[in-house]
């Protein structure tokens, strides 16, 4: 079983950064891959971006490429996603999620592993 905690979220300006974090236990990230994802206000969750169990292939959506950057360290099971150039679209709760395929996964029912969530909100 693995644990997934976000943290890293908040309120900023148009324009500015945030990097989110993700702290799983319980079982080794090693040999998962990982992905964030999110939900808007009144939408249905969106696929953000998904890194490979060895960190060596990413992919993200195309409304975030660019100014996400998705990163993983798996001596610390962590994951992370760099936020740049947010826009109030970005508005959302970000999840970050573990699948026990290995390569990069872009589809949210694939995911076994989901955390609480961490509200991001961008003001114009």
């Known amino acids: 079983q693995v644990q997934l905690v976000e943290s890293g979220g908040g309120l900023v300006q148009a324009g500015g950064s945030l990097r989110l974090s993700c702290a799983g236990s319980?079982?080794?990230?090693?040999?998962?891959?990982m992905g964030w994802f999110r939900q808007g206000p009144g939408k249905e969750r969106e696929f953000v971006a998904t890194?490979?169990?060895?960190?060596?292939?990413?992919t993200y959506a195309n409304s975030v490429k660019g100014r996400f950057t998705i990163s993983r360290d798996n001596t610390k099971n962590a994951l992370y996603l760099q936020m740049k150039s947010l826009k109030p679209e970005d508005t959302a709760v970000y999840y970050c999620?573990?699948?026990?395929?290995?390569?990069?996964?872009?589809?949210?029912?694939?995911?076994?592993?989901w955390g609480q969530g961490t509200q991001v909100t961008v003001s114009s």
């Open positions: 999620a573990a699948t026990t395929q290995r390569v990069v996964v872009t589809t949210a029912a694939a995911y076994e592993y």
């Open positions: 319980g079982r080794t990230f090693k040999g998962h891959a």
């Open positions: 890194i490979s169990w060895i960190g060596s292939n990413t």
